[in-house]
């Protein structure tokens, strides 16, 4: 079966410019969570969506923002980028939210900001 | 959430057993324990997870102290496909929400 679909798999953009970055999940699975992925800070959580609801969002500015559509289908909204914000976004979904399930992460999104 | 210590790097030759540790030592009654691994260029991959008993799967074993204060990823026979940093995570059944705090991970090489 097809696994979790992130599109663009590579995304270059200028500071100050806004970003949106697509997540597809297993057909069937009703969570997504993204994830950035930096050599400095390894792997953070970005914030995570069950039936179209934002569960939980982690420590990052309110310039990422993310919605889930009633297909499941995620999105994520970088505003105003900045250089730090170059990193690989990743994308994970599970049938549901239930942390003894497994999750299946994306390829992810490449995203360089010059 | 809980927090975990991994070696930050390990050895093995190809074809032998690897045992990768996991410290937990502030582990709740409620907490899961995860394994994922990411190789090079790709997600993260699900590995194995268990609460209390030792588990199995076609990827690995998972060995839980009695006490679940620590915990070991067992591949049987590391392949050059092996190489990859392993993370042990915690999820606290009580936490509906699916932020895994992921630390440095433990980067295993494998040498033919």
């Known amino acids: 079966k097809a696994g979790v679909t992130q599109t663009p798999r590579y995304l270059i953009k200028t500071r100050g410019q806004q970003v949106t970055l697509s997540c597809s999940p297993i057909?069937?699975?009703?969570?997504v969570s993204w994830y950035q992925q930096t050599p400095g800070q390894g792997l953070q959580f970005l914030f995570e969506?069950?039936?179209?609801?934002?569960?939980n969002k982690g420590n990052f500015p309110g310039r990422f923002s993310g919605r889930q559509f009633s297909n499941s289908r995620s999105e994520m909204n970088v505003s105003t980028l900045e250089l730090g914000d170059s990193a690989l976004y990743l994308c994970?979904?599970?049938?549901?939210?239930?942390?003894?399930?497994?999750?299946?992460f994306g390829s992810g999104t490449r995203l360089t900001v010059v | 959430d809980a927090k975990t210590t991994q070696p930050n790097s390990m050895e093995s030759n190809e074809e032998e057993p690897v045992h990768l540790p996991c410290n937990h030592s502030?582990?709740?009654?409620?907490?899961?324990i995860h394994w994922y691994r990411q190789l090079p260029s790709q997600g993260p991959e699900y590995v194995i997870h268990?609460?209390?008993s030792n588990v199995n799967n076609r990827m690995a074993s998972l060995a839980i102290a009695e006490d679940r204060k620590s915990s070991t990823l067992i591949l049987h026979r590391a392949t050059l496909r092996d190489a990859a940093v392993y993370y042990c995570?915690?999820?606290?059944?009580?936490?509906?929400?699916?932020?895994?705090?992921f630390g440095p991970g433990t980067r295993l090489s494998v040498l033919p």
């Open positions: 994970a979904s599970s049938l549901n939210d239930r942390v003894d399930y497994g999750y299946t």
């Open positions: 057909s069937g699975h009703r969570s």
């Open positions: 969506y069950f039936s179209e609801t934002q569960r």
């Open positions: 502030t582990i709740s009654g409620t907490d899961y």
């Open positions: 268990g609460l209390t």
């Open positions: 995570i915690l999820r606290d059944l009580n936490n509906y929400g699916q932020n895994f705090v």
